[in-house]
């Protein structure tokens, strides 16, 4: 269990989140000031930035935590697995215990959505996640990281991932990993014919 200073960071670290959410939703991205954050959440500018380093970074708060989620399956796969079966794996995960068609997810997707310099921000974050799957493909053909068909392969991989972030989640709510498998079965058939010549 935390003890009392992890918990009240914590709960600094959520109130952050909660009242620069709220804010952007009432005021607009840009026209919400790290300074109406801080006072908002009770909390002085500068301790904002002991826990994120701009605003665009407290939209995305959990973006550490899905890369390491992913990063930690990627690296206990068993012999045999495929970059695929543990991105599927951490897909079924990350499925089970988020709440996409929740009204918060749904305001931050739009907030996204409308927003220049968020939007910059995501593309930039899907480039450290497509490093991370071609690394790991390219482990799975035996070439090079940085090499043309795990980079393909890898940018693939992260548009389908990102197209379903961005589904109606009444389209995906009845069976969301089915709609999972069929992206990462068209991958794995990809990444098989790449293996094949």
Do not use: C
């Not at 003890?3 to 009240?8: I, Q």
């Not at 994120?52 to 012999?79: I, M, N, Q, W």
């Not at 045999?80 to 996409?100: I, P």
């Not at 392969?153 to 197209?163: K, N, P, Q």
């Amino acid at each position: 269990m935390p003890g009392l200073r992890e918990r009240k960071k914590q709960q600094t670290r959520d109130a952050i989140i909660r009242e620069a959410l709220r804010l952007f939703r009432k005021r607009g991205f840009d026209e919400t000031t790290i300074a109406d954050i801080a006072h908002a959440a009770d909390i002085a500018p500068r301790t904002f930035f002991s826990y994120f380093e701009t605003k665009e970074a407290v939209v995305f708060h959990d973006f550490d935590e899905l890369v390491e989620g992913l990063a930690s399956y990627l690296s206990r796969r068993a012999p045999g697995d495929t970059t695929f079966d543990a991105l599927r794996a951490w897909s079924k995960e990350w499925v089970e215990t988020r709440d996409v068609a929740s009204r918060e997810e749904l305001a931050r997707r739009e907030l996204i959505r409308r927003t220049p310099a968020l939007r910059a921000h995501e593309h930039a974050n899907r480039g450290i996640f497509e490093q991370l799957v071609a690394e790991n493909v390219a482990a799975d053909l035996g070439v090079a990281p940085d090499s043309l068909r795990p980079r393909m392969i890898s940018a693939a991989a992260v548009s389908a991932l990102s197209a379903l972030g961005e589904m109606d989640p009444a389209e995906i709510s009845e069976d969301p990993m089915s709609v999972v498998d069929e992206a990462i079965a068209f991958l794995q058939g990809g990444l098989d014919a790449v293996r094949r010549n």
